[in-house]
């Protein structure tokens, strides 16, 4: 029973150690697009920001994104489940709230509201004229932004929550050792 305890909870520290790289990598991920990204293009001829961005979003979907953004939730809940199975309550509970935090704040809006604005821009020909190309840009930029920021917020609750479950359980099996 105590050998079956300590397997647990070394399997729900190492899912707790990959969910921690993966929410690390996607906090960064929409980090880098509210702090650098959309400022860059905010910044050069709408025209051209407009183009570049239709770029990046035909590009994005690969498999370096892919784990972070689709991984995170999952290694998240199953660690969290683990933690709780190893009788870390505490460390389970902030797990799967942190969990919940990107699936909620960063996921579900990403589907909602970013995919389809992405899928807009993509069809949207680029006008010749710079004040309607000023006024496209302007309109997605804006609101895109707002929302990859509310991305950005969620996510980095998801990686303080999933670094608290870790300390948690670390103070634990501390513990459980010193006994």
């Not at 001829?45 to 990046?56: E, L, N, R, S």
Request: glycine share 8%.
């Amino acid at each position: 029973m105590m050998q079956e305890n300590r397997t647990l909870t070394v399997v729900a520290l190492g899912l707790s150690g990959i969910a921690l790289l993966l929410a690390g990598a996607i906090a960064g991920f929409f980090y880098a697009y509210t702090s650098s990204v959309m400022r860059g293009l905010d910044a050069v001829a709408p025209a051209h920001a407009i183009v570049a961005m239709q770029g990046i979003n035909a590009m994005v979907r690969n498999v370096v994104f892919a784990p972070a953004f689709f991984g995170t939730p999952i290694a998240a809940t199953l660690a969290g489940a683990a933690l709780l199975a190893a009788g870390r309550r505490a460390a389970g509970l902030a797990m799967l709230a942190g969990a919940a935090s990107y699936l909620l704040g960063a996921f579900l809006p990403t589907f909602a509201i970013n995919v389809p604005m992405n899928e807009a821009l993509a069809i949207a020909a680029v006008p010749d004229d710079a004040a309607e190309a000023a006024k496209l840009w302007r309109t997605y930029s804006v609101d895109w932004t707002w929302w990859n920021t509310l991305r950005m917020g969620f996510s980095l609750l998801c990686l303080a929550l999933v670094g608290l479950a870790l300390f948690l359980a670390g103070r634990s099996t501390n513990r459980a050792l010193r006994r």
